[in-house]
């Protein structure tokens, strides 16, 4: 799994593909293991290799940075995106709420970063410019936050057909019952400790408009065409609906 729309979309995707897996295989595996590719010590590969299949790994990483191995074994990798702003909205947050990573003084000072790609894990422009080339790919499946907002039962059955578990209509309801954003967010506390409120914050489409000035608007958009116009992703993205003030 890749995200590049903020904390709360890829923890929100490993508990929908967790759950895919109970319901459907009627197993659990008790991983104790970060599932971030980037984090942890460099023999926890070794220890992940332990646990039997299917194992979920995640990360934040360009896909130009990924690890060989994932393209050689031909692993299936799920991508979810979330519109600009609202990711650079969230990211935003995380980083003045969550006391382990470093703060911004102001909102213009974060906003300049993230524009420059100099945020940590980079630029998200180059993360879509590099996704973009590979969103037809057959291991690949692009989400976007927003169309899981709008409708998660079907983001339920796109996920389970990519993945080729075999819920019925009975089971993908409750699983999408289960995952709705305010009933994940309740639970926060409970499945992710204290980290998580921070990692579940608001989960709104639209955030952005709280923060961004007219002039942080015109640049977004400026960067947002640079990038992608006349793309696929810009498609899937809406940026039209989503992102005009």
Same mark, same amino acid.
């Given at each position: 799994?890749?995200?590049?729309? @903020?904390? /709360? ?13 109970? +319901?459907?295989?009627? #197993? ?30 995640? +990360? ?45 003084? #102001? ?10 790609? +100099? ?8 993360? /879509? ?20 907002? &709008? ?9 389970? &057909? ?5 819920? #019925? ?20 506390? &409970?499945?992710?400790? /204290? ?14 408009? +709280?923060?961004?000035? &007219? ?14 116009? @006349? ?15």
């Amino acid at each position: 799994m890749l995200d590049t729309g @903020g904390r /709360a979309c890829i923890n929100w995707l490993i508990q929908i593909v967790n759950d895919l897996i109970v +319901t459907t295989l009627q #197993t659990k595996h008790e991983n104790a293991e970060l599932p971030f590719i980037e984090c942890g010590d460099p023999e926890k590969f070794q220890r992940i290799k332990q646990f039997p299949s299917p194992r979920i790994v995640a +990360t934040h990483l360009n896909y130009n940075h990924l690890p060989k191995s994932i393209f050689k074994n031909k692993a299936k990798i799920l991508v979810v995106f979330r519109n600009p702003k609202d990711a650079a909205a969230s990211f935003f947050h995380f980083h003045n709420n969550a006391p382990s990573v470093p703060s911004y003084n #102001t909102w213009e000072e974060f906003f300049s970063e993230f524009m420059n790609g +100099t945020v940590a894990w980079g630029s998200y422009f180059d993360h /879509a410019v590099a996704w973009n080339k590979h969103i037809d790919d057959e291991n690949v499946l692009l989400l976007t936050y927003e169309d899981l907002k &709008e409708d998660l039962l079907n983001g339920v059955k796109q996920i389970a &057909e990519f993945f080729c578990f075999a819920p #019925t209509m009975e089971q993908s309801q409750s699983i999408a019952d289960r995952a709705s954003f305010q009933v994940v967010r309740e639970k926060s506390k &409970e499945t992710h400790g /204290a980290a998580g409120p921070l990692l579940f914050r608001k989960g709104v489409v639209g955030d952005w408009k +709280t923060l961004f000035s &007219e002039s942080q608007n015109q640049k977004m958009d400026a960067k947002f065409k640079e990038c992608l116009a @006349g793309t696929k992703l810009e498609a899937k993205l809406k940026y039209d609906v989503y992102c005009k003030a």
